[in-house]
């Protein structure tokens, strides 16, 4: 059975900093795309970074790169994504998912279940 299981989130002050991990089991890396969606209140679900361990590429939504990174390891089965310098627009449900694809254009097969992340001012 596919699992994706997220862990990390929480509360943090603008200007902090958060670390989400997503452990995976039931799947191999190099077959998937790994990414992380977010939905913010009000708002449609934004992709936001991903990782592809075949090729070795990554993808940075604008509103978040150079301010989040994503990296893995792969003995691991996870994915981590690092966010610095929060502010309170990256308030949002942060969700971990794997599809086939590439990094540019890949469609989601597996959701974790979401991981709250609230920055306050």
């Known amino acids: 059975e596919m699992q994706l299981v997220e862990s990390g989130g929480g509360l943090v002050q603008a200007g902090g900093s958060l670390r989400l991990s997503c452990a995976a089991s039931?799947?191999?890396?190099?077959?998937?795309?790994i990414g992380w969606l977010r939905q913010a209140p009000g708002k449609e679900r934004e992709r936001i970074s991903c990782?592809?361990?075949?090729?070795?590429?990554?993808y940075y939504a604008d509103s978040v790169k150079g301010r989040f990174t994503i990296s893995s390891d792969n003995a691991k089965n996870t994915v981590y994504l690092q966010m610095n310098s929060l502010n309170p627009e990256d308030t949002a449900v942060y969700y971990c998912?794997?599809?086939?694809?590439?990094?540019?254009?890949?469609?989601?097969?597996?959701w974790g279940q979401g991981s709250q992340g609230i920055v306050s001012t």
């Open positions: 039931g799947l191999s890396f190099d077959d998937y795309v």
């Open positions: 990782v592809s361990s075949s090729d070795i590429s990554t």
């Open positions: 998912a794997a599809g086939i694809g590439t990094v540019e254009d890949w469609v989601v097969d597996y």
